[in-house]
């Protein structure tokens, strides 16, 4: 590699000299770096008024903050406001079937009652009919029959 040299003025010399000790390397590495730097980023030394990836990364910051708030405005909190209403008009109407529904229930009358106590009445019968018959079918319980029945009506209550 042949070494070239550069002139630059005094006081630049010195800001390389303190940024090469500051970052432990030579001064022909650090202009290479610098170089490379120029080229991949594409920043030009001259525009001074080049801001720093940090400021740039705080105004994206900043857009993005920003384009949040917009979208919770316009999409969340009316989403949010529909879903309460919603739950608001559900919840009445429940409401309001169930007392459609109890008033419904106090207006049967004493017959009903009746009839549900006769058919009551007639399922304990035939549960009864229905293990005598087991019991006359197979006297033993060898086969399990009248076990059966029992545990069907168990597990019915």
Do not use: C, W
Not at 31 to 52: A, C, H, Q, W
Not at 96 to 101: E, P, S
């Amino acid at each position: 590699m042949k070494n070239k040299s550069i002139q630059i003025q005094e006081k630049h010399h010195k800001d390389l000299q303190k940024l090469s000790e500051s970052l432990g390397q030579s001064y022909g590495k650090l202009v290479e770096k610098m170089i490379l730097y120029f080229k991949r980023t594409g920043i030009d030394p001259d525009d001074l008024k080049n801001e720093s990836p940090s400021h740039k990364i705080q105004q994206l910051d900043k857009r993005l903050v920003s384009f949040l708030k917009v979208q919770e405005r316009d999409i969340l909190k009316p989403l949010r406001q529909e879903t309460y209403e919603y739950y608001q008009n559900y919840d009445k109407t429940l409401k309001d079937a169930k007392a459609n529904i109890n008033k419904n229930l106090g207006l049967l009358d004493n017959n009903s009652e009746i009839r549900a106590n006769h058919i009551l009445k007639e399922l304990a019968k035939q549960r009864k009919a229905l293990i005598t018959l087991s019991e006359h079918l197979d006297p033993a319980n060898k086969k399990g029959l009248k076990t059966v029945f029992q545990n069907i009506f168990k597990n019915a209550n």
